[in-house]
């Protein structure tokens, strides 16, 4: 749901010394947090080694202390929070984690021979947050005419602590700089804009300076809105950075000046940053590279990009190469793109960071380089679905390789990221790792760890699952396999919602769950209407109501004519005529053309929830669909009408016998023993949950 005020996160630091007591807040001894309200967590190194008997210091000033295990277990009121985790000899380490949920938080060890980077994806402070709706009317922007640097700031508040978190950190500044950064989208652009181009926007000079108070060391312009406000707002864009003292990379007046890599020294070593773009816009009277009298991005070439690599890597310890380009909202890299990273990475790049497609995709380990093959947004105002979804990468460098690389993941909630939690955290983590799968990589809740030392085999269970039974897995586990003759009786899928449960699953204090959905006013989340977790959804028709009672995503989900999805809802109350619905549209905007619907009978459930489903083939020609639960109104004075539902699902289901750390979901249609195998340690149950299909 949407939330307004821009709150700093709320953040714990936890300091790792050599004392064993452990200390309430009013410092008397205390055992461990029993009532899965408390911080759980365990602490070890890059190797999974344990750190024993260690002090913990909470932001308050507080301590704590781990056990001979590495446990630490302490009251922590508030919901899900960051907390950040330092040791002697070691890197410190900022995370989520969730009261009463276990949490490991690895840290690296050599600090001073080790060097800390995080990544961001895309990065823009224009058009709609301005103009909320982009419809003209500005009285619901996020920002103002003059914003501050601190109005700027507020924006990136949640994740502030997590872009501190490293040594450097680099984002993808997709904007050009103006003075006047917002365009009326209901009037003919001005002359300083790009005349052609499909989108252009841009940022006030305010968000430069922003970035370097949020945590931002670096920025790529390598990318195809850099030349959004054409040659006079390239110069100005290049000049606010250097003002700002923002090192850049990846765009320049000149092709020379664009290809010239932004070096950073940390700790002894040298960091050369290098950038290009594939999106060239030369189907344009003006494209947006920088080509014969001409600014612009870099324009990516397999020569040029294998001479600068090698060129930059002759003069500095680490380099990382980030390539825009792929398929808008593809989280599956093109080959092209997988091309010209393979030519950085064996021309020297110890990392390469891609991005273009607003989502995000997976990550993997390549010969000891690491491959991010699309970072999606960190601050962007994008209105369909799938952008929404998105993570923070670290990786600890050392000897100029990538020694342990991690994914955190966030949310955006009304353009706005947020670190987070539970399932939401799952569904990026499960990208992160799914979409590359290789052996370096394992689900680590609430992300993903990859590690240059291959990891211990996962631990496999066989589990039997009755037919007919649709079923989530726990953090941390995956299917492997299915047993004997029954594979073809076994679908896998991956929910396309993620936040259907309504559970509160960011760390910003000022949310309260149903991230992303919109609520009719007479619907609200409930604790009575919950069906696995703490609550549900709860809509209600007064016997005089005359309108519908909606509860739906605020933005349509993007699909692919011939999938196979399924829209499941757990009930556990309802009246007659409530109704579940996939709309489906021709485009992103504008109306659906048609709907598809199923009836919820009509009954109430105390001894569990009855799932509720559709299922459909997303038809020709459609590239987007809305799911909605319905509850009309009675049209009867003596009547009222109720439905209460929880863990809404969107699922696309893959290939029979397609498995793997991406899919979450499981449909039994014929009785099965599944070969579970599991990543992380920390969690027993390999369900989160099970349903009876109807």
Request: aromatic letters at 6%; proline letters at 9%.
């Given at each position: 749901m949407?939330?307004?005020?821009?709150?700093?996160?709320?953040?714990?630091?936890?300091?790792?010394?050599?004392?064993?007591?452990?200390?309430?807040?009013?410092?008397?001894?205390?055992?461990?947090?029993?009532?899965?309200?408390?911080?759980?967590?365990?602490?070890?190194?890059?190797?999974?080694?344990?750190?024993?008997?260690?002090?913990?210091?909470l932001g308050t000033g507080e301590t704590l202390t781990t056990d001979d295990d590495g446990h630490v277990r302490a009251p922590l009121s508030g919901g899900a929070q960051l907390v950040t985790v330092t040791a002697e000899g070691h890197l410190p380490r900022t995370q989520?984690?969730?009261?009463?949920?276990?949490?490991?938080?690895?840290?690296?060890s050599d600090p001073e021979g080790t060097v800390s980077l995080r990544f961001g994806g895309d990065v823009m402070f224009g058009r709609r947050f301005y103009d909320y709706n982009d419809d003209g009317d500005r009285s619901d922007g996020l920002l103002r005419d003059g914003a501050s640097v601190a109005e700027h700031a507020a924006l990136l508040a949640e994740?502030?602590?997590?872009?501190?978190?490293?040594?450097?950190?680099?984002?993808?500044?997709?904007?050009?700089?103006?003075?006047?950064?917002?365009?009326?989208p209901t009037q003919p652009r001005p002359p300083s804009s790009h005349p052609t181009k499909d989108y252009v926007f841009a940022s006030a000079p305010a968000s430069a300076q922003a970035l370097v108070d949020s945590g931002v060391d670096v920025v790529s312009l390598g990318n195809d809105h850099v030349f959004d406000a054409l040659a006079g707002g390239l110069d100005q864009t290049l000049a606010t950075l250097?003002?700002?003292?923002?090192?850049?990379?990846?765009?320049?007046?000149?092709?020379?000046?664009?290809?010239?890599?932004?070096?950073?020294?940390?700790?002894?070593?040298?960091?050369?940053?290098?950038?290009c773009t594939t999106i060239t816009g030369t189907e344009h009277p003006i494209p947006y590279v920088a080509g014969e009298g001409q600014g612009g991005a870099a324009q990516c070439s397999t020569e040029r990009l294998q001479r600068e690599v090698r060129n930059a890597r002759a003069e500095a310890d680490v380099v990382v190469v980030m390539i825009h380009g792929g398929g808008e909202y593809e989280a599956r890299q093109t080959e092209h793109v997988r091309q010209l990273s393979a030519v950085a990475t064996a021309a020297g790049a110890a990392m390469v960071v891609d991005g273009h497609p607003h989502v995000v995709g997976g990550v993997r380990?390549?010969?000891?380089?690491?491959?991010?093959?699309?970072?999606?947004?960190?601050?962007?105002?994008?209105?369909?679905?799938?952008?929404?979804?998105?993570?923070?990468?670290?990786?600890?460098?050392?000897?100029?390789?990538?020694?342990?690389?991690?994914?955190?993941?966030?949310?955006?909630?009304?353009?706005l990221p947020r670190p987070t939690v539970g399932a939401l955290a799952d569904a990026a983590a499960r990208r992160a790792v799914g979409l590359t799968?290789?052996?370096?990589?394992?689900?680590?809740?609430?992300?993903?760890?990859?590690?240059?030392?291959?990891?211990?085999?996962?631990?496999?269970?066989?589990?039997?699952?009755?037919?007919?039974?649709?079923?989530r897995l726990a953090r941390g586990w995956w299917v492997q396999g299915v047993r004997g003759e029954a594979g073809s009786q076994v679908g896998m899928g991956e929910d396309l919602l993620w936040t259907g449960s309504f559970e509160d699953m960011d760390t910003d204090p000022q949310t309260d769950g149903a991230h992303g959905w919109s609520l009719s006013p007479t619907a609200q989340v409930t604790a009575a209407a919950a069906c696995s977790g703490a609550v549900g959804v709860e809509l209600s028709r007064s016997p005089v109501s005359t309108e519908d009672a909606i509860a739906t995503p605020e933005h349509r989900q993007l699909v692919t004519p011939g999938a196979q999805l399924s829209l499941l809802a757990d009930v556990?109350?309802?009246?007659?005529?409530?109704?579940?619905?996939?709309?489906?549209?021709?485009?992103?905007?504008?109306?659906?053309?048609?709907?598809?619907?199923?009836?919820?009978?009509?009954?109430?459930?105390?001894?569990?929830?009855?799932?509720?489903?559709?299922?459909?083939?997303?038809?020709?020609?459609?590239?987007?669909?809305?799911?909605?639960?319905?509850?009309?109104?009675?049209?009867?004075?003596?009547?009222?009408?109720?439905?209460?539902?929880?863990?809404?699902?969107l699922v696309q289901w893959t290939a029979p016998g397609e498995y793997g750390r991406r899919y979450p979901v499981v449909d039994i249609r014929a009785d099965a023993t599944l070969v579970l195998a599991r990543d992380s340690a920390l969690s027993d149950e390999p369900m989160a949950g099970t349903s009876a299909s109807p």
């Open positions: 949407k939330r307004w005020w821009l709150p700093l996160a709320a953040v714990f630091v936890v300091a790792l010394a050599a004392t064993v007591v452990v200390l309430t807040r009013s410092g008397e001894a205390s055992g461990p947090a029993e009532d899965g309200t408390g911080l759980v967590a365990r602490i070890v190194d890059e190797q999974g080694r344990r750190l024993a008997r260690t002090e913990v210091r989520a984690v969730a009261p009463g949920t276990p949490t490991e938080v690895r840290l690296t994740v502030r602590p997590l872009l501190e978190d490293a040594d450097v950190t680099v984002v993808n500044y997709e904007t050009p700089v103006a003075d006047q950064p917002w365009v009326d250097d003002e700002a003292g923002l090192p850049h990379f990846g765009a320049g007046r000149t092709v020379g000046e664009a290809w010239t890599p932004a070096v950073i020294e940390r700790k002894g070593q040298r960091l050369a940053f290098l950038g380990l390549e010969g000891g380089a690491l491959v991010a093959e699309t970072m999606g947004n960190l601050l962007f105002d994008q209105t369909v679905w799938p952008t929404f979804l998105s993570y923070l990468l670290r990786v600890d460098v050392r000897g100029g390789r990538p020694v342990q690389t991690t994914v955190d993941p966030t949310f955006n909630e009304g353009y799968p290789g052996p370096s990589a394992h689900l680590q809740p609430p992300g993903a760890v990859f590690t240059a030392a291959e990891p211990p085999p996962a631990e496999t269970v066989e589990y039997d699952l009755d037919g007919g039974t649709v079923a556990r109350d309802a009246s007659e005529g409530a109704t579940l619905e996939l709309r489906w549209y021709p485009d992103t905007k504008g109306g659906s053309t048609s709907t598809t619907t199923v009836s919820v009978p009509a009954g109430s459930y105390d001894e569990g929830c009855r799932q509720v489903r559709i299922d459909a083939t997303v038809p020709e020609g459609i590239v987007a669909v809305q799911p909605m639960v319905r509850l009309p109104p009675t049209l009867d004075v003596q009547f009222a009408a109720h439905l209460a539902v929880d863990d809404v699902q």
